[in-house]
């Protein structure tokens, strides 16, 4: 406790103050319940079937089984299914980012007739659940013939997923003061060049924090996926992982190697960006 006294005790204070210590302990145990679960996965990974069955669950591997991994790539085909979903990713995120900002900085700063209706039209595009959607979304699609096909699935991506971040960016934005886009303006500076030169800069905590968000959201989608992909050389990730653990769901060393697998990405991606994606959540909380 005297490491708590230590970190949370008020400037010029002797005792530490209760209230943060408890929050403290808190946080502590909110996170372990929800590293556990993942401890779990990444410890069973690495046994065999009968470590699996004789030792406790969160007991370390004594020999670890790193073939598991080999062989779970290989038997659930992830070269495939990686690789699309590598391709779905890159191209749908980067420009569903990319359009929202643009989108949202003309709504923001563009002087037009009904931009606040269209604003109120993307707000209303992120109240609907695409749940309900997917058997409009699949008519829709298969009329274009697109099903089975990356195009197929990349554009209902962004056309559930741009809204959300219009929405976002449209508030950031606006929060940006008009002088700098007025000076720029004076100059003869166009607007593409504002948005290019002033708000794209500007705004990188907010884009990068969307990024990280929509990175993760697409990675890990299976819904919608399920319906438009119904070709297995064009399955994502976590439609692989589902056919994975229908065939070999009693391997639990292979299972939960690719779960490893399929998850491992995402983390990546969101440890990189951490730095901005915490800079992108607290952006605008304190003003100047």
Not at 8 to 33: C, E, K, N, Q, Y
């Amino acid at each position: 406790m005297s490491l708590f006294s230590q970190a949370f005790r008020p400037v010029g204070s002797t005792r530490a103050d209760p209230v943060l210590v408890a929050l403290w302990v808190a946080l502590i145990l909110v996170a372990v319940i929800w590293i556990a679960p993942f401890v779990f996965i990444v410890f069973t990974s690495l046994k065999t079937n009968t470590a699996v069955m004789g030792e406790t669950a969160f007991a370390l591997p004594t020999d670890p089984a790193f073939s598991n991994y080999a062989k779970a790539w290989a038997r659930g085909n992830f070269s495939v299914t990686a690789f699309n979903g590598v391709l779905i990713t890159f191209v749908k995120v980067p420009l569903g980012v990319f359009l929202s900002a643009m989108a949202a900085y003309a709504l923001a700063r563009v002087p037009m007739r009904g931009r606040r209706v269209l604003f109120l039209l993307c707000v209303f595009g992120t109240m609907i659940p695409f749940q309900v959607m997917l058997a409009p979304i699949f008519k829709q699609v298969n009329a274009f013939g697109l099903i089975n096909s990356y195009p197929g699935i990349v554009l209902p991506y962004l056309a559930f997923g741009v809204p959300y971040q219009v929405f976002i960016l449209y508030g950031f934005f606006s929060a940006v003061p008009k002088e700098l886009s007025e000076a720029a303006r004076i100059d003869g500076a166009s607007h593409f060049t504002i948005f290019r030169r002033i708000f794209l800069p500007v705004s990188l905590p907010a884009l990068s924090a969307l990024f990280v968000l929509d990175f993760v959201a697409t990675w890990n989608e299976f819904a919608m996926a399920l319906v438009i992909l119904q070709d297995p050389q064009k399955w994502t990730l976590p439609l692989g992982l589902m056919a994975f653990q229908s065939q070999f769901q009693r391997d639990y060393g292979q299972l939960n190697a690719a779960i490893v697998m399929t998850v491992l990405p995402a983390a990546i991606v969101y440890l990189m960006f951490q730095r901005y994606f915490v800079a992108g959540l607290t952006t605008g909380a304190v003003k100047e």
